[in-house]
């Protein structure tokens, strides 16, 4: 069964080392796209750019959290290799501010080359 791997990746510094990581262990495509996420609460603490009496909007700015979303489609075989590459570049995925990884079965894909 195919399977959609995404990752969320808050340290652009790994890029490179997830992308090659994920060609190495079987994610022959890759869809990689650029985002915007709010950062979290305890990361708004040490802002210094904050007005006085911040609005939400202040709060939830996300021009300054960037992110990057990396998406392949493989078989279930490469899943568990592909999370553990992921881990070996970026460490403990658990880890705040590391990442987050998600796999979902694909019940149906309709125009995709052989996996």
Not at 75 to 80: E, I, Q, R, S, T
């Amino acid at each position: 069964m195919p399977n959609l791997l995404m990752l969320v990746l808050y340290n652009l510094n790994h890029f490179e080392e997830v992308v090659a990581a994920w060609h190495d262990n079987g994610a022959a495509e890759l869809t990689i796209m650029d985002g915007v996420g709010t950062r979290l609460p305890w990361e708004q603490m040490h802002r210094d750019d904050l007005p006085l009496l911040p609005s939400i909007r202040d709060l939830l700015q996300s021009d300054d959290a960037p992110r990057r979303i990396i998406f392949t489609t493989v078989p279930d075989h490469v899943v568990n290799p592909l999370i553990a590459a992921t881990e070996a570049v970026l460490g403990d995925l658990y880890e705040r501010s590391n990442g987050t990884l998600i796999a979902l079965p694909i019940a149906r894909i309709v125009g995709l080359r052989e996996l």
